[in-house]
């Protein structure tokens, strides 16, 4: 096998000044704007750093985004309190959408193939009336399907049907979601 040592390794960072100052704001201002009545001034703040983002959107003051820009979020859906939102690809929530606390989308990972470990990113959806639950993780390139449920503490490799129940690590279906009203 070939000496390889990752002091060697290098990734491109686009928007490197804009992620400095989003950090900032992210870390600061951000975080002090708590509680439901300041949803539309962090939804704002948010909408300067190049999120798509309807009025009707409550996204927590806890929540981490990478990177606002790759973010897409559709009416009436939650990020809740101390979500990780590493989107350095795309990550698209639809509408009526929750994303319970302490989950992590992460649409990032490296390359095993090469020794180097290079940066891979594949994009995340997740559909309207989806529901990932407490402490979820959901991979790169996952798409969950409308009105799926990720079950609590599930981590998420693959696609979730429409309509079903998955859970576990690794997250496996356990039922079809019926609405009964």
Same mark, same amino acid.
């Given at each position: 096998? $070939?000496?390889?040592? =990752?002091?060697?390794?290098? $990734?491109?960072?686009?928007?490197?000044?804009?992620?400095?100052?989003? =950090? %900032?704001?992210?870390?600061?201002?951000?975080?002090?704007?708590?509680?439901?009545?300041?949803?539309?001034?962090?939804?704002?703040?948010? !909408?300067?750093?190049?999120?798509?983002?309807?009025?009707?959107?409550?996204?927590?003051?806890?929540?981490? %985004?990478? /990177?606002?820009?790759?973010?897409?979020?559709?009416?009436?859906?939650?990020?809740?309190?101390?979500? @990780?939102?590493?989107?350095? #690809? !795309?990550?698209?929530? +639809?509408?009526? &959408?929750?994303?319970?606390?302490?989950?992590?989308?992460?649409? /990032?990972?490296? #390359?095993?193939?090469?020794?180097?470990?290079?940066?891979?990113?594949?994009?995340?959806?997740?559909?309207?009336?989806?529901?990932?639950?407490? #402490?979820?993780?959901?991979?790169?390139?996952?798409? %969950?399907? @409308?009105?799926?449920?990720? +079950?609590? !503490? /599930?981590?998420?490799? !693959? #696609?979730?049907?429409?309509?079903?129940?998955?859970?576990?690590?690794? &997250?496996?279906?356990?039922?079809?979601? @019926?609405?009964?009203?």
């Amino acid at each position: 096998m $070939e000496e390889i040592t =990752l002091n060697k390794y290098s $990734e491109v960072k686009p928007k490197f000044l804009k992620r400095i100052i989003w =950090l %900032i704001v992210n870390k600061t201002i951000f975080r002090c704007l708590v509680g439901d009545k300041l949803f539309a001034v962090r939804n704002a703040i948010l !909408r300067m750093f190049g999120a798509q983002l309807p009025k009707r959107v409550l996204i927590y003051s806890s929540c981490d %985004i990478y /990177a606002p820009w790759n973010l897409k979020v559709g009416k009436f859906s939650c990020l809740g309190p101390h979500t @990780e939102i590493y989107n350095k #690809d !795309r990550i698209v929530i +639809g509408e009526n &959408a929750v994303i319970s606390q302490g989950t992590y989308l992460c649409s /990032a990972s490296h #390359d095993i193939t090469s020794l180097l470990l290079p940066l891979v990113t594949k994009p995340i959806t997740i559909g309207n009336r989806a529901w990932v639950a407490a #402490d979820a993780f959901i991979g790169p390139g996952v798409t %969950i399907g @409308e009105g799926a449920v990720v +079950g609590a !503490r /599930a981590a998420v490799f !693959r #696609d979730v049907e429409p309509w079903t129940v998955v859970g576990g690590n690794p &997250a496996k279906f356990i039922k079809a979601r @019926e609405i009964k009203d």
